[in-house]
């Protein structure tokens, strides 16, 4: 899910970037911010060994993932909204619209 909406995120003009950023919440990010160390510390090592011992998700690589508040609720939600949107859509690409729905989730 983070891949595609980074991905999408990277794909946006200035313009873009800013209307997104200004229609979600204020604890959500347009980038991967990765799980909790004190109350999702599971999550965090979890995809740490999938970016470091597995060399999945290489983009993640050299990024703190320690998100220093709790995220997975919000993954959960984002998640599902992604799945909905991934089911119906045709193109390889997230737009503007999906990726604030997925972010609004």
């Not at 970037?17 to 980038?31: D, F, H």
Request: charged content about 30%; proline content about 3%.
């Amino acid at each position: 899910m983070w891949r595609n909406i980074e991905e999408a995120c990277s794909n946006l003009s200035d313009h873009e970037i800013n209307e997104l950023v200004a229609g979600i919440p204020e604890q959500r990010s347009i980038t991967f911010q990765g799980f909790d160390a004190g109350e999702e510390p599971e999550f965090l090592f979890i995809a740490l060994f999938m970016i470091e011992k597995l060399e999945l998700f290489r983009e993640f690589d050299y990024r703190d993932i320690n998100s220093r508040t709790p995220t997975i609720d919000d993954y959960r939600a984002m998640h599902k909204a992604f799945d909905t949107i991934s089911s119906q859509r045709k193109r390889s690409h997230l737009t503007l619209k999906e990726v604030t729905g997925i972010l609004n989730a």
